[in-house]
């Protein structure tokens, strides 16, 4: 079992940043940001692997940066040149591999963080 603790969230303006941070209580192989908008699917933001991989959604590239402290177990979402589009409940994703069957993984899921761009 992996715990996933966020912070960052916020109120912001048109144009503004915020940074999104992410704990997770273990090391995991991908560790990554979803949002979810009121009647809307949680869609991928941005993922990066423990090698430093990263995936990104067309939406956000170019204005959002994700890294990770490996050492800290911790992923930050830097997002500039934030929009009102962007406004959601971020969630923290982290992906387990399982230590016997190829293949398997397992996601976890941090309580979610709501970003609010005003317009």
């Known amino acids: 079992q992996v715990q996933l603790v966020e912070s960052g969230g916020g109120l912001v303006q048109a144009g503004g940043s915020l940074r999104l941070s992410c704990v997770a209580s273990?090391?995991?192989?991908?560790m990554g940001w979803y949002r979810q908008a009121p009647g809307k699917l949680r869609d991928l933001v941005a993922a990066?692997?423990?090698?430093?991989?990263?995936d990104y959604a067309d939406s956000v590239k170019g204005r959002f940066t994700i890294s990770r402290d490996n050492a800290k177990n911790t992923v930050y979402l830097q997002m500039n040149s934030l929009k009102p589009e962007d406004t959601a409940v971020y969630y923290c994703?982290?992906?387990?591999?399982?230590?016997?069957?190829?293949?398997?993984?397992?996601?976890?899921w941090g309580q979610g963080t709501q970003v609010t761009v005003s317009s």
């Open positions: 994703n982290a992906k387990e591999k399982d230590p016997l069957l190829i293949g398997v993984t397992y996601d976890y």
């Open positions: 273990g090391t995991t192989f991908r």
């Open positions: 990066i692997t423990s090698g430093g991989n990263t």
